[in-house]
């Protein structure tokens, strides 16, 4: 569906040569090129139209967007100038969930939390 060929032309001529007629046919080519000038005129329009549009809801976005590159590199910046520093972390081991196969520390805070007072009793 792309664009006409010689043949295609040729075709589209004579048709219009057979059903208008010569003495008419200037005419009718004259008046559909200014009909082709003006959809090209209208669809500029539209375009030139769409395009203020688009630029006035983008262009915030588009200034937003630079504020934020600069603050990354900025923030880049910072972050490769402070130097490595190593957390060290205590291990925690975690055991199975049975009550005499924890460790006795675990255990013990178990039982002293079992000794406190709970909120009927008062």
Partial sequence: MGSLGTGEILVIVLVALIVFGPERLPEITRKAGEL???ARQ????VTDSLDSEYKDV???IQDLKAEYDSAMTDLKTA???VPDISVELPEIE???SKKEDRPSE???VEEDDDQLPS???A
Avoid: F, N, T, W
């Fill in 79 to 81: 972050v490769s100038s």
């Fill in 94 to 96: 975690l055991g199975p």
């Fill in 58 to 60: 983008v262009a915030p």
């Fill in 42 to 45: 209208m669809s500029k329009s």
């Fill in 36 to 38: 082709l000038a003006q």
């Fill in 106 to 108: 675990i255990a013990k």
């Fill in 119 to 121: 909120g009927d009793e």
